[in-house]
């Protein structure tokens, strides 16, 4: 069990639909990320929050949209997907952002869109 | 931008046998880290490297740090079926007084067979 917890592990979601991705963590950390991962590839950094601010967003299109309520939760908000955004999505923490911690991963939510 | 290279891609090899996997960067950096990931599952640290010459095992992978050479290694000794996994390096960068963020290689899928 990882000590970063995602939901859903799985979603199906048309293309006109909004749906939402949840991250809780609570070890403390400052620093939370989401990535996408297509299969059989490295993730792909999408958002850096830190200290609940977004401080990296790698040019994103803007149908996801992310949300840091409080220190311990990681929104994804998603609406109007394209099916090309069918993927694992992690979401990630570290201590904070200064470096030299290893990130802790939770164990995705696999996304398909029809 | 940094690029991280990895290889081997795939890598089978026979239970009881050592190979090594590298992982080569583009930029100057001494933070390095190994996760291991199994099929549908999440990433899990393995290895933390902040140092030139840093080197550091459990069980049977070692894992080491050459900044001057960017280059860090995975070695694998005497090979058992629950290595199998794909093993991603990934490099943290520092660009200018932006924070660190991870760069990853494209993963080395290992399969050990009896």
């Known amino acids: 069990d990882t000590e970063v917890t995602q939901t859903p592990k799985h979603l199906v979601m048309g293309m006109t639909n909004k749906k939402s991705l949840k991250c809780e963590q609570h070890?403390?950390?400052?620093?939370m990320y989401w990535y996408k991962q297509k299969a059989k590839k490295p993730p792909e950094l999408m958002f850096v929050?830190?200290?609940?601010?977004?401080?990296i967003n790698e040019s994103v299109p803007s149908r996801f949209s992310p949300e840091c309520p409080n220190s311990s939760l990681l929104n994804l908000h998603l609406h109007a997907l394209q099916p090309e955004d069918s993927a694992l999505y992690l979401c990630?923490?570290?201590?904070?952002?200064?470096?030299?911690?290893?990130?802790?991963f939770g164990d995705g939510t696999r996304l398909s869109i029809l | 931008e940094l690029k991280v290279e990895q290889n081997p891609l795939f890598l089978s090899m026979q239970e009881g046998k050592n190979y090594t996997i590298y992982c080569n960067y583009s930029?100057?950096?001494?933070?390095l880290y190994w996760y291991r990931q199994d099929p549908g599952k999440s990433l899990e640290s393995l290895f933390v490297?902040?140092?030139?010459?840093a080197v550091k095992q459990e069980g049977r992978l070692m894992a080491s740090l050459d900044t001057k050479a960017r280059l860090s290694t995975l070695h694998i000794t005497a090979a058992v079926h629950d290595l199998s996994a794909t093993y991603f390096c990934?490099?943290?960068?520092?660009?200018?007084?932006?924070?660190?963020?991870?760069?990853f290689g494209r993963g080395t899928q290992l399969t050990v067979w009896p």
């Open positions: 990630a923490s570290s201590q904070d952002w200064s470096g030299g911690q290893p990130q802790h």
């Open positions: 070890m403390g950390h400052r620093a």
């Open positions: 929050y830190s200290y609940e601010k977004l401080s």
């Open positions: 930029t100057t950096s001494d933070r």
């Open positions: 490297l902040l140092s030139n010459g």
């Open positions: 990934a490099v943290e960068f520092h660009r200018g007084s932006t924070l660190g963020r991870l760069y």
